[in-house]
């Protein structure tokens, strides 16, 4: 359905910009039209430069607004010819009006292109940090299905301050959701050190809780590579969750929003800490010792973590979104991603514009692989176990 809406509106897109070409030929129809019938001796001349300056803004090329430059120009020498007023100064002023007007959105084209290729450029940019700072969540890591959403506050940005990650370990599945303290390329070198560390943390670390450690001194680390000496300052809230071969789950959670569990049957149910930790960077890195909160997941259990850009969006009555009342209805959506899209729209419908922070979602369904004992036979019967 996205995609059948996005041609629609590349369709859409095509047949206005083919539309709004006529619009300078069309003004400049009805400026003739205007002075053919007016019985008044008040001439409309002075009115054609109207033409070359909408060719300005209706058309990216930059030869449109000399094309209709140049016939307003003719236009001008024929209701001059036909009012009897080729002599007159009201003509000539006319005439050299419309040639600068054409110049000026000949020249106002020529850099609205370059910043439009210095806009790609920067997008290109963009995307390819994306794919190395947020990397796409493939919808099979180990015994989970994944699914990511991630919508950055700044327009026209595709990442912030916000991160994620899921690796498959021979621990078993571990993932991140965290946000950085700020916006802006401060937020995504933060994050970026993060991540690194994750992605090396988890593989290494068998406690969930000495990823954590690992991820504290990474980040103290870096803030003071980067000239930030203050501890406090910037700090980092994530939540760590690590799903094991045998269908236990793991969770540590540094001064994050809790996790949220959907089991079909049961209103979603939020994986609280047993004790609050502060978010990483407030302590020094060898005083992270978050506790591990342990909970069994049944093949078709949910997890979902964001990030406060979430729960802590808010309609124009200052109504923060309530995620564990819509969230039963938007699981119903089926697949994964399916459910992050719903929620997305819903969080945007019941703000009413734009979010005003990042905001990441993923989501972490359990199905485990079936054993090669518990696998069907061709006669349909499963082998039972002596």
Request: charged letters at 20%; proline letters at 7%; aromatic letters at 4%.
């Amino acid at each position: 359905m996205t995609g059948r809406l996005r041609r629609l509106k590349q369709l859409l897109a095509g047949g206005w910009s083919r539309t709004a070409l006529t619009l300078p030929f069309l003004a400049l129809l009805l400026i003739v039209a205007l002075d053919w019938f007016s019985k008044t001796e008040v001439t409309v001349e002075p009115a054609l430069t109207s033409a070359p300056a909408l060719a300005a803004v209706v058309c990216r090329r930059t030869w449109y607004p000399l094309l209709v430059g140049v016939v307003t120009v003719g236009a001008a020498f024929v209701m001059a010819a036909y009012n009897g007023r080729l002599d007159e100064s009201v003509h000539t002023a006319s005439v050299l009006a419309i040639v600068l007007v054409s110049v000026i959105g000949w020249i106002s084209a020529v850099l609205r292109m370059r910043q439009e290729r210095a806009l790609a450029d920067a997008r290109l940019v963009a995307e390819v940090a994306q794919r190395v700072l947020l990397r796409s969540v493939p919808d099979r890591v180990g015994s989970v299905r994944a699914a990511v959403h991630y919508a950055a506050a700044a327009a026209h940005a595709r990442i912030g301050g916000d991160l994620y990650e899921v690796v498959n370990t021979r621990h078993g599945v571990r993932a991140v959701v965290g946000d950085v303290r700020g916006k802006g390329l401060g937020a995504v070198e933060t994050a970026a050190a993060v991540l690194g560390a994750f992605r090396e943390a988890a593989h290494q670390e068998q406690a969930l809780d000495r990823v954590a450690a690992w991820l504290a001194d990474s980040l103290d680390r870096s803030l003071r590579e980067n000239g930030h000496d203050g501890l406090g300052e910037e700090f980092v809230t994530l939540v760590l969750i690590g799903v094991g071969p045998d269908g236990m789950a793991e969770i540590v959670n540094c001064g994050h929003p809790a996790p949220v569990l959907l089991r079909d049957g049961e209103l979603p149910r939020l994986l609280e800490p047993s004790s609050p930790v502060p978010p990483l960077g407030v302590l020094p890195p060898e005083s992270v010792r978050p506790p591990v909160r342990r909970a069994p997941v049944l093949p078709g259990d949910r997890v979902l973590l964001y990030t406060d850009g979430v729960i802590e969006a808010r309609d124009r009555a200052g109504t923060f979104y309530p995620l564990l009342e819509r969230l039963p209805d938007c699981a119903k959506a089926g697949a994964p991603a399916d459910v992050l899209d719903r929620l997305h729209l819903d969080v945007v419908r019941h703000v009413g514009r734009q979010l005003g922070d990042d905001a990441a979602m993923l989501l972490l369904q359990y199905e485990p692989a079936a054993l090669p004992e518990q696998l069907p036979r061709p006669n349909g019967q499963v082998p039972q176990r002596g």
